[in-house]
């Protein structure tokens, strides 16, 4: 219930901004509004991730998929704001009520990284995936995958409602 009452008043509180974002996003880059990916849920179900687009439309056009790192030149000028300020994220709070997502979880993986890497494939698919967690709030971008992976173990032993509440706390 707080995932589902928590992104809907986050989403019905931001609609403005929301509504701001697409049009500056529509009228500074050419393309969609929205940038889908395919990415690996609870019990290892795939489902479509949502974001406002933050990259150049030929960004993803890599024959290896690249990771976003900070400072990433594919980046847009919006985009970066968008990125900063994590109003890029906000239409996950979509995948939340749809089910695909937690408010709070380890972030969803794409499904080559979890293919390639057995660790992802154990304990982190027993939970939802999460919008935010454990991992986010200790670093950004500068935490490395093995650091990112021990913070979702202890997220997913030690998960509450007072730890989700915590963490959304410290996320804002």
């Known amino acids: 219930s707080l995932d589902?009452?928590?992104?809907?008043?986050?989403?019905?509180?931001?609609?403005?901004?929301?509504?701001?974002t697409a049009l500056l996003i529509?009228?500074?880059?050419?393309?969609?509004?929205?940038?889908?990916?395919?990415?690996i849920g609870k019990d290892g179900k795939i489902f479509t991730l949502y974001k406002f687009k933050t990259m150049n439309d030929d960004a993803g056009k890599e024959i290896e998929p690249m990771l976003a790192v900070e400072n990433d030149p594919r980046v847009t000028k919006i985009g970066q704001f968008l990125r900063k300020t994590y109003l890029n994220e906000f239409p996950q709070l979509v995948?939340?009520?749809?089910?695909?997502?937690?408010?709070?979880?380890?972030?969803?993986?794409?499904?080559?990284?979890v293919k390639r890497h057995k660790v992802l494939r154990e304990i982190r698919l027993a939970v939802r995936p999460g919008l935010t967690?454990?991992?986010?709030?200790?670093?950004?971008?500068?935490?490395?995958?093995k650091h990112?992976?021990?913070?979702?173990?202890?997220?997913?032993?030690?998960?509450?409602?007072?730890?989700?509440?915590?963490?959304?706390?410290?996320?804002?």
């Open 133 to 145: 967690g454990l991992a986010q709030i200790r670093n950004k971008y500068g935490l490395h995958p």
């Open 26 to 39: 529509k009228l500074t880059s050419p393309g969609p509004i929205f940038y889908k990916q395919q990415r």
């Open 95 to 113: 995948n939340v009520i749809r089910g695909d997502m937690s408010l709070v979880g380890p972030r969803p993986e794409l499904p080559q990284m």
């Open 148 to 172: 990112k992976i021990k913070y979702d173990y202890l997220y997913i032993q030690r998960r509450s409602l007072l730890l989700n509440l915590y963490i959304l706390a410290k996320t804002i």
């Open 4 to 20: 589902i009452i928590g992104s809907m008043v986050i989403l019905f509180g931001s609609l403005f901004v929301t509504i701001l």
